[in-house]
């Protein structure tokens, strides 16, 4: 496990003493250090190659309930004194506000070993396997001749350490890494052409899925939408492959932040305890979960992460709280301030094989382009790709089509729940099969 | 892995990306110091203590692995934002940005090292770790710096929002926020961001070029959320701005304009349906069809994508490729524009860049590497997120020109259709296929505007769709937004008419 630079945590301190003296009531100062490599290869070559380190400090002081924020990557003494010094007067200008304060000093219990968000061979692997990596992920690809062209395949890597110092006590830092790789390919003929790609981020490099399975999964993904075609407008069941259930949850996300629900910008908005969607859907957020690429100890306020059950069976429990959030709707905060950690829908019974079986006539939905989410009322309209259902089979790939549902009725009319639940991003899901959307196409 | 390799213009970029605000004047004596791009002295040597030598120096041991060309991108920039929510100024922040972006071309190739210090030995390092790209050993002589400045008015830094004390701020923000809620009793919450920046560049490189650039950007947004026995609706982003002062809130845009706008949008929706969904004639409105030119045109004629022969474009240059009713063209230099900038981030003098005439594709969007490699001239179309990031061929300001059809006359040629109004953003692929989605829009029956429409996306080929645009209006409107490409993003307009599409997909229900 690497150290952390004690010279920061004394910054970090050090300006909360400063804070404190220039007069504000309460101050929070959080410093992200790292380094980053990324390389990009396209066609055989290496395209770009960037590697660099930065730091950023952020302040956030609250002097009578009232608050102001501040940020520098410039770190001269010079610089981040004045920067406090503009944030107190400017925080009195802000209206008091009775929910603004810090998050009281609370015990991280959470053991770093166990939580394994930091691996050392990540930036001890030597770059040159790194661009090895991305290469061979790219061959395989280009060696298929359905494949038409690579935009590239891309190899990142990342070391920072998070710090954190209140005026309540808490000084805190945790390292943590990341690696990936990714690749994004065409497909089809003349002007008929498919992008898609696939790509794996994880904190650990032996889980990093191997140059082979990224290919392999991006290569199926790009060359099973060539030939698509226009299908006719209609309603019919919808199945989602768990990268389009991450897609719909990555919305679900938004919709069940207390920030959405105090705005009453969330269909959610004064639904807690009611029954919101089937006895069959469980939606949780663990900021806990060994090796997950969401995982912490603590959020970017300090308060230790949990793993929060925001719907049981169907029951709306509890909404991504921050420390303000949480003051405002009167709940505990779950350590959410900074977003979402490992946020998922809980796995059910079925293969996804038994799951297409059930679909006399329907589509699978395999990519989904544009916005089109509207968190206040939970209506989905997007741009979609797909491979149509017929008779329990996938039959041709359809393309240039929409879908459209509405979050709320789509949590009611889950018919079944895939099994195929697997931790890879931070937000996952498995396969899902929906009972009715609309197919906008001729 | 939902995005890899997208393009999307969004009307409001994610929330607290754009941070921070400075109690005015307080960093002006800095500021001023001889560093605003017309003086001989720049800001990095006059506050950051980077001597003219040093910069020389660095380029030299950039290019010291080989590289055909080396370059210093130093950025400062102080970015404000207040935010008012629930009636309350819930706070104000402040953000400084300060580094340098080294980067070294080898052929096709790009070294790039950045770091926020600018200590001689934390720059040298960033230069070697970008000269690593290279392995020729041949070591070219760089030239020695010449400044270049640009003689122009294309910034209103006459009342700089950044250096007006918080209070003014406040008080428009507040008018903003008033004029919204007054404006209907179902209105239930208003948010209201201003957000200003001051961005100082300076660019070197092997070539021995020395410019700098002082760009003021501002925005004053505001979102309305109403309610209606349990119904809830949310309005998008009314906004404007530009690089422009305070002024711009007196003399053309009032703050009250843009919270009446969001509030009458909340209220709309309030009764609003879902869009009949299938193929049907569109007509998009002038105010923010801009995102369809910028997403069906603008994306797939940078010059990177059709260089690297990925764009459904790269083989059609000189060919019919629309309507020839249909010109369009990217301009940097529109005074005062939300996407202008004097020069791009590369240092080249920017100029308004033909690209489609007449239904024909003349050009692409070019930057200095793309265009060295295609043999085209740079036109000032190569920007960057930050000194963290490489330039990449981009829009500033994209254009749609005016036609000459009346646009009563162009909604009363539909029997049955789609009328787009807001927007939220649109998104292409490189194949071509893109959407944009529309937050409100009408129903068009017999010619006319008749039931307010809520969230519907539209899907098609660019390929097609220039070839369906088939009434031009004879107006013009700007959506403002913020572009995102290979994960950076970009200040951008995008300007249309209003124009029919004889038949696009919209989502919705059957």
């Known amino acids: ?442 | 892995m939902s995005s890899l390799n997208r393009r999307q213009f969004l009307q409001k970029s994610g929330t607290g990306v754009m941070a921070a605000t400075a109690t005015g004047g307080l960093w002006n004596h800095l500021l001023y110091a001889g560093g605003n791009g017309t003086g001989s002295t720049t800001l990095f040597e006059s506050k950051f203590g980077v001597a003219r030598e040093s910069m020389q120096k660095i380029l030299q041991i950039a290019l010291s692995k080989g590289g055909d060309f080396s370059e210093l991108f130093f950025e400062y920039r102080i970015a404000n934002l207040v935010r008012m929510e629930e009636g309350i100024i819930k706070d104000s922040s402040e953000r400084i940005s300060l580094g340098v972006g080294i980067r070294v071309l080898n052929g096709e190739q790009t070294g790039y090292g950045y770091t926020n210090d600018l200590s001689f030995e934390k720059m040298k390092q960033s230069a070697l770790t970008a000269a690593a790209i290279a392995s020729s050993g041949k070591t070219m002589k760089i030239a020695n710096l010449s400044e270049v400045t640009r003689d122009h008015k294309m910034y209103d830094l006459i009342n700089p929002v950044h250096e007006l004390e918080l209070t003014s701020k406040i008080d428009a923000i507040e008018r903003a926020h008033d004029a919204a809620l007054k404006y209907d009793s179902r209105i239930q919450k208003v948010q209201v961001r201003l957000s200003d920046e001051i961005r100082f560049v300076t660019i070197v490189n092997s070539e021995g070029l020395l410019i700098s650039d002082a760009r003021p950007q501002v925005r004053l947004m505001v979102n309305a959320t109403a309610e209606d026995k349990g119904e809830l609706s949310t309005s998008s982003w009314a906004n404007d701005g530009g690089r422009v002062g305070m002024n711009f809130y007196k003399d053309k845009t009032h703050p009250e304009e843009l919270g009446k706008r969001a509030a009458e949008e909340a209220i709309l929706l309030l009764s609003a349906v879902n869009a009949q969904a299938g193929e049907q004639p569109v007509v998009l409105g002038k105010d923010q069809s801009g995102v369809m030119i910028h997403e069906a045109v603008g994306h797939p004629l940078e010059a990177d994508s059709n260089r690297k022969k990925e764009s459904i474009m790269w083989d059609k240059m000189h060919q019919m490729v629309a309507n020839p009713i249909v010109t369009i063209y990217d301009d940097p230099t529109i005074p005062f524009m939300r996407g202008t900038h004097a020069i791009d981030d590369e240092g080249t003098f920017t100029q308004k860049k033909m690209l489609i005439e007449k239904g024909k594709l003349v050009g692409f969007l070019q930057d200095r590497l793309s265009a060295r490699l295609m043999g085209d001239e740079p036109d000032g179309h190569g920007r960057r997120e930050n000194y963290q990031c490489i330039p990449i061929p981009r829009m500033a300001n994209t254009v749609l020109e005016r036609g000459d059809s009346n646009p009563d006359d162009i909604i009363g040629s539909v029997k049955k259709g789609f009328y787009a109004k807001t927007y939220q953003g649109g998104m292409v692929q490189p194949s071509g296929k893109f959407t944009f989605s529309v937050n409100m829009g009408y129903l068009i029956e017999d010619g006319k505007l008749t039931q307010p429409i809520k969230n519907a996306t539209l899907i098609g080929t660019n390929v097609q769709i220039l070839n369906e645009v088939e009434m031009i209006g004879n107006d013009m409107g700007f959506f403002l937004g913020t572009c995102g490409k290979d994960g950076q993003s970009a200040p951008c307009t995008a300007g249309t008419p209003t124009l029919k599409i004889r038949s696009m997909t919209v989502g919705g229900q059957a």
């Open chain 1, 1 to 442: 496990m690497k150290n952390v630079d004690k010279q920061l945590t004394g910054l970090a301190e050090s300006m909360v003493a400063y804070g404190k003296k220039q007069g504000a009531d309460e101050v929070q100062i959080t410093i992200s250090e790292g380094s980053e490599l990324s390389i990009d290869v396209r066609m055989g070559n290496i395209e770009k190659l960037v590697e660099a380190g930065s730091k950023r400090l952020s302040v956030k002081v609250i002097k009578d309930s009232k608050v102001a924020t501040a940020s520098s990557s410039d770190l001269s003494k010079e610089t981040l004194n004045k920067l406090m010094d503009h944030a107190i007067q400017r925080a009195e200008l802000a209206s008091a506000d009775e929910f603004s304060s810090l998050p009281e000093s609370q015990k991280i219990t959470a053991d770093l070993e166990a939580l394994q968000i930091y691996d050392g061979s990540i930036t001890e692997l030597a770059v040159e396997k790194k661009i090895e990596f991305a290469k061979k992920t790219e061959s395989i690809c280009l060696a298929d001749e359905r494949v038409k062209k690579s935009y590239g395949a891309s190899y990142g890597s990342f070391e920072g350490t998070f710090y954190l110092a209140n005026s309540n006590g808490v000084s805190l830092a945790y390292p943590r890494t990341s690696c990936s790789c990714s690749i994004y390919l065409q497909s089809g003929d003349g002007d008929n052409l498919f992008d898609d790609g696939w790509g794996d981020a994880t904190r650990n490099l032996s889980d990093l899925m191997t140059p082979e399975d990224i290919a392999k999964t991006a290569i199926h993904r790009v060359t099973r939408l060539i030939g698509a075609k226009k299908i006719e407008t209609q309603n019919v069941p919808v199945i989602m492959e768990p990268a389009m259930t991450s897609s719909l949850l990555r919305f679900l996300q938004q919709c069940i932040t207390g920030r959405s629900i105090y705005l009453k910008q969330s269909f959610l908005t004064d639904k807690l305890c009611q029954q919101i969607a089937g006895k069959n859907i469980s939606i949780v957020d663990d900021g806990l979960l060994p090796r997950g690429i969401g995982s912490r100890p603590f959020d970017s306020e300090g308060v230790p992460s949990q793993k929060t059950s925001l719907i049981e069976q169907g029951v709306l429990k509890n909404y991504l709280l921050d420390t303000y959030a949480s003051k405002k709707l009167g709940l505990p905060s779950t350590g959410n301030a900074g977003g979402s950690t490992n946020f998922y829908m809980e796995a059910g019974i079925h293969s996804q094989e038994e799951i297409i079986k059930s679909v006399d006539k329907g589509l699978y939905l395999a990519d989904m382009i544009g916005q089109g989410t509207v968190p206040t009322t939970g209506d989905i309209s997007r741009g979609a790709f797909g491979l149509w259902i017929d008779n329990g089979e996938l039959t041709y790939p359809v393309a240039e089509i929409t879908i459209s549902g509405n979050l709320g009725t789509i949590l009611n009319q889950i018919e079944m729940v895939g099994n195929d639940l697997e931790h890879k991003d931070s937000i996952e899901g498995p396969t899902i099969k929906i009972a009715e959307m609309t197919i906008g196409g001729k």
